[in-house]
């Protein structure tokens, strides 16, 4: 059994194992999105899984435009949902 | 393994799957001082994708990687290093990374491919992932994407992606292949050639059998179903130019969809360093090499997907081929002769096995019969297939790069990555034509290859 990271996600916490980015966390805790569209504020969460598609950016610590299919979580993260552009540095 | 500092390097070696591995194994091997840098966190690229402490278990050819790791003893190995940009200078080359920039006198790009795309309608619902997405949630994460899982689109990939997810424990409720792969028959000296990779291919298929998978060809996803998620998808029987064959539709519940219509190559650095494009043998845009993976451009090596999908056989040989050769450019290595004819001869044998999957599993251009005008063709803008049309229809694009102006398809976060094709091919459609390299190298430039802040940019 390998080690597990705990951390939360809207507040709830989650526990993961070490290594896993968060989007497959996100996956394997029964979640399929935590993203909305720019324009029609539709639910996103990963597709491609390999960082090509941007559709699975999620605020990791307060950052957001994060792709959670390449970030690995880590213990104490707080992960929350995106909205539209999301605010900072890699906004859109 | 060692650090060099970054001046010392003579060779880098960009991406680190099954061609970049042998290329820097090889270009060690033959005395260069060799940098390999890769975004992931591990070495292996999408194809041996693992997890920390993976002992092979379900991975194909994992003895190879294993010999490969062995080899990189002498190699300046970067991993979690994501490459924004690589440019010219007076002595060769700089590599700019998220995590700094590496000099080289020569490089080798073996930057690989992700899962090519058609768009129908309820594709972006959640629970629609990329089969390769849903590969890497399983080898790279340890997660199965989900509980019922329909897998479509075309090309050999699925059949793996389908089996593991049956050993994964998922309900795979069907597979559905839009081609006929029946037309494997008329290349047999290609494919009798590699018979081993067709029965790597029956392994997977008797894994589906044995747990009833049903298997359909010239089937395929048409339409996903769902509010907050995929809940269900139409299947439909497809003719021979993919178009719906009337009343063949149905409905198949499923909680996740993994989709891929072959690879593209993933070309952005071979284009940024000028490197000449052509359509490739599957129809997507691939980077031109000569036979001893040289690219158009002075100093830069092809090895792998970039030079078109071929599998990870035909990218282990051209990764050695441009470590061989590049290593003699670079620091006078002599390459023994025997080993250079040994892998040209694998080499044609293992291109014409690819080129014979690729006539074997075309896209047709039915799938664009498909989309309604509401149906989103640029997942990032979200702009509608209908707004595609349009900006050839109304504003007069003859070109995708033009309509990308017009209408913003492939302006958003992926630039194009995802979507480039499919406009490409709409675009080429409205305009009464094929689609051409030219068409799609002009979705395929991007000068920034990955996120960066302001702060790498101006240190860049």
């Not at chain 2, 359909?216 to 179903?225: D, F, H, L």
């Amino acid at each position: 059994m390998s080690e597990r990271v705990r951390f939360s996600f809207r507040g709830q916490e989650i526990v993961a194992e070490a290594g896993q980015s968060v989007g497959a966390a996100l996956i394997a805790a029964g979640h399929r999105s935590w993203r909305t569209t720019r324009h029609e504020g539709a639910p996103r969460g990963v597709f491609c899984g390999i960082g090509v598609c941007f559709d699975c950016l999620v605020v990791v610590n307060g950052k957001p435009g994060r792709r959670a299919c390449l970030t690995e979580v880590r213990p104490g993260d707080v992960i929350e949902p995106q909205e539209g552009a999301g605010r900072g540095e890699l906004s859109c | 393994m060692v650090s060099f500092p970054a001046e010392a390097a003579e060779i880098a070696v960009l991406g680190a799957g099954p061609a970049g591995l042998a290329a820097a194994v090889t270009a060690a091997s033959a005395g260069a001082r060799v940098t390999l840098i890769d975004a992931g966190a591990r070495v292996g690229g999408q194809f041996w994708r693992h997890r920390e402490g993976d002992d092979g278990v379900g991975h194909h050819d994992w003895p190879t990687l294993v010999r490969l790791r062995a080899g990189l003893s002498r190699v300046d190995v970067r991993t979690r290093h994501a490459i924004w940009h690589v440019e010219r200078t007076e002595s060769g080359f700089t590599v700019n990374t998220d995590r700094g920039a590496v000099s080289c006198r020569t490089v080798i790009v073996a930057t690989g491919a992700y899962d090519r795309q058609v768009p129908f309608p309820g594709w972006t619902l959640p629970g629609v992932y990329t089969a390769g997405g849903v590969q890497s949630l399983l080898k790279g994460h340890g997660v199965r994407a989900g509980n019922r899982v329909v897998v479509s689109g075309t090309g050999p990939f699925l059949l793996p992606v389908a089996a593991g997810l049956v050993e994964a424990g998922a309900e795979v409720a069907g597979v559905f292949e839009a081609g006929s792969p029946a037309g494997f028959a008329r290349s047999p000296l290609a494919v009798l050639a590699n018979a081993g990779k067709l029965a790597e291919g029956a392994g997977y298929l008797k894994t589906l059998l044995r747990q009833r998978v049903p298997y359909r060809t010239r089937t395929a996803v048409v339409a996903a179903q769902g509010t907050d998620g995929v809940e269900s998808v139409t299947v439909a029987s497809l003719d021979r130019q993919w178009r719906i064959v009337p009343g063949s539709e149905r409905t198949v519940a499923c909680d996740t969809v993994a989709v891929g219509y072959g690879f593209t190559p993933q070309l952005e650095l071979p284009v940024q360093l000028g490197c000449e494009t052509r359509l490739g043998a599957d129809g997507s845009l691939v980077a031109v090499a000569d036979d001893r993976q040289r690219a158009t451009t002075p100093g830069v090596y092809l090895a792998g997907e970039v030079c078109g999908v071929g599998g990870s056989a035909l990218s282990l040989v051209e990764g050695e081929l441009a470590g061989l050769h590049a290593a003699l450019t670079t620091v006078g290595a002599e390459p023994n002769r025997d080993t250079v004819a040994r892998l040209l001869r694998q080499r044609k044998s293992l291109r014409a096995f690819a080129n014979a999957m690729h006539a074997a599993h075309p896209v047709r251009p039915g799938w664009q019969t498909w989309l309604d005008d509401g149906t989103q063709v640029c997942r990032c803008e979200e702009v509608s297939a209908g707004t595609v049309r349009s900006a050839v229809k109304d504003l007069g694009a003859t070109d995708a790069r033009t309509a990308k102006l017009l209408a913003r398809p492939g302006m958003g976060l992926c630039q194009g990555r995802v979507c480039g094709y499919a406009t490409a091919c709409l675009v080429a459609a409205e305009c009464g034509r094929e689609p051409t390299a030219a068409d799609l190298a002009g979705v395929a430039a991007r000068p920034i290859a990955q996120p960066v802040t302001l702060g790498d940019l101006a240190r860049g």
